[in-house]
């Protein structure tokens, strides 16, 4: 126990910022978490924190100590909640990552529903379409599409989602519909700012790659899919993103015997033989929800993520 506590003293120090925080967080003085963290210090023979007047910071060897005690003390207290049946109701703050375009178009909705259902649970919702390690980042849960997959961690495949051709009714009308992808430098088309000058596409007599040039990037898909829908150009769309708007009419599928590079979609958290329960119930919500977006391709050999 003494173990646990130069652990919690440590912790508290570092996220409160002074010892004195921890002191009032623990309900003890601050001599005696001074005294914890000393003890914790010299037992693992290294320095974890710097004093100095204006605050506490980390050592390189604190930096790399700081998230396995956090973890190691979320662990414990869930473990403990567990055998005291105390799990039932799921607590604390969960950080989620997840691209923008997901996140505005879906996420925002099913956080909703999900601290409705879980009234005990805070939830930060980080959006951001860079990958965000979740070791490095303190982020609990992190929804990727596509991209490799990180080892050292836990990925749940949740579904793959074709890419398709889209375009307004009121640009095909203007421009004509293209009747195979080599007419598609005829036309404007319209990317995510990271891409290159190519379209690729698989169709009946497999893929098949052509250049495009475009006159228009945008480095937001929710920004791109915006300017489709205004009758900018042609796009190549997740259908997780334009399924609904193709049933309705607002947009219009192009070349519909081609796809483009699927999308898959994992959860990605720490690999650790004991969840939080506030981990584990937030998981299996998003793997439900996220696996009945619409648009997912049936079950069979997933197409290479991009």
């Not at 190691?72 to 055998?83: H, K, R, S």
Request: contains cysteine.
């Amino acid at each position: 126990m003494d173990t646990l506590r130069a652990l919690a003293a440590f912790v508290h120090s570092v996220e409160l910022g002074s010892l004195s925080g921890a002191a009032r967080a623990m309900d003890t003085t601050q001599p005696t978490v001074s005294k914890l963290v000393a003890g914790l210090e010299q037992s693992l023979g290294v320095r974890l924190l710097r004093r100095a007047p204006a605050g506490l910071s980390l050592t390189e060897e604190g930096q790399r100590f700081h998230e396995h005690a956090r973890r190691t003390l979320e662990g414990y207290d869930e473990a403990v909640a567990d055998v005291r049946q105390c799990t039932t109701h799921p607590r604390g703050l969960l950080r989620v990552s997840a691209p923008v375009a997901l996140g505005q178009c879906r996420l925002n909705a099913m956080a909703g529903e999900f601290l409705a259902t879980y009234p005990d649970i805070a939830l930060e919702l980080v959006l951001d379409d860079r990958f965000i390690h979740p070791l490095e980042e303190r982020i609990d849960v992190s929804l990727r599409l596509g991209g490799p997959l990180p080892p050292d961690l836990t990925a749940r495949h949740l579904g793959t989602w074709p890419r398709v051709l889209v375009a307004s009714p009121a640009y095909l009308a203007a421009r004509g519909k293209p009747r195979q992808p080599q007419d598609l430098p005829a036309h404007d088309y319209l990317r995510y700012a990271a891409g290159d000058d190519g379209v690729l596409v698989q169709g009946p007599a497999g893929p098949v790659s052509v250049p495009v040039h475009s006159r228009y990037r945008v480095n937001n898909a929710v920004a791109l899919l915006e300017s489709v829908l205004a009758g900018a150009g042609i796009s190549l769309q997740p259908t997780w993103m334009v399924a609904e708007l193709l049933a309705d009419g607002r947009l219009v599928r192009v070349l519909p015997r081609y796809t483009g590079p699927a999308q898959q979609a994992h959860l990605l958290y720490a690999a650790r033989p004991y969840q939080p329960q506030r981990v584990r119930v937030l998981v299996e919500f998003l793997a439900e929800r996220v696996a009945r977006l619409p648009g997912k391709a049936s079950a069979g050999p997933a197409a290479p993520a991009s």
